[in-house]
């Protein structure tokens, strides 16, 4: 099946530096793919939906300007998080539309746990 | 917009008991349905999917589920649970037309030996 690999798992970095989080579908081809936040104990919240060679589009009360997403080819997208601040840390998760013998779907990453120290 | 509620937070269940884990949903259009499971500081695996066709869906680790659109509604079970599947469930939603999987807030199940 469609497999998405995420890199780093974890990543401590402090504050005010940047972070960059790689999500690569390694045996498709992605056009599509989403980036959501997890908070402890709670569900995934849709931070943006990147489309290959065009802009993300980003959920409201995300910031455009501190998450930048980067989609430049059919099989890697990027989540640079910029002066981070412990408020940033966080699980990211991102995930890739795909197509099995069923039809459509959504492969997920196996997320990125952020601290920012 | 569509929107999912998963009725549980939390369901505690003896091991090899019967569980059924509750999924609502809410669209004015036709939409896809999706259980995921995740574990502790791990991404999401998928356990099953509706797109279309037979209302009850198979899926992997003996779960399965039910689509039932007049009470729009896509309840996960499994027949006997072991301590391995103590884990995070999520609902997800997809509207036709739509790129966006929207998740419902989890439900942790729990097995007690």
């Known amino acids: 099946g469609a497999v998405v690999s995420q890199h780093p798992s974890w990543v401590i970095c402090k504050s005010g530096t940047s972070v960059k989080i790689e999500c690569r579908s390694l045996d498709f081809q992605a056009t599509t793919m989403f980036w959501y936040r997890q908070f402890p104990k709670q569900s995934l919240m849709l931070m943006a939906t990147?489309?290959?060679?065009?802009?993300?589009?980003?959920e409201q009360g995300v910031e455009k300007d501190k998450f930048l997403i980067n989609h430049a080819s059919l099989t890697l997208s990027t989540l640079t998080v910029t002066s981070a601040h412990p408020e940033d840390s966080s699980f990211y998760i991102c995930?890739?539309?795909?197509?099995?013998?069923?039809?459509?779907?959504?492969?997920f990453g196996s997320g990125t746990r952020l601290t920012v120290v | 917009a569509q929107s999912v509620t998963q009725l549980d937070s939390q369901v505690p269940v003896f091991e090899e008991a019967p569980v059924e884990l509750r999924c609502n949903y809410s669209s004015s259009v036709s939409v896809y349905l999706f259980w995921y499971v995740q574990y502790p500081n791990q991404g999401l695996q998928l356990l099953l999917k509706?797109?279309?066709?037979?209302?009850l869906v198979k899926g992997i680790n003996g779960f399965e589920a039910e689509f039932n659109k007049s009470q729009t509604s896509f309840h996960l079970r499994k027949p006997s649970v072991h301590i391995s599947d103590t884990a995070e469930y999520f609902c997800?939603?997809?509207?036709?037309?739509?790129?966006?999987?929207?998740f419902g807030q989890g439900t942790r199940l729990t097995i007690n030996p």
């Open positions: 997800a939603v997809s509207e036709q037309g739509a790129q966006k999987l929207v």
């Open positions: 995930s890739a539309r795909d197509w099995d013998r069923a039809g459509y779907g959504y492969t």
């Open positions: 509706y797109l279309s066709g037979s209302t």
């Open positions: 990147s489309n290959e060679g065009s802009k993300a589009t980003y």
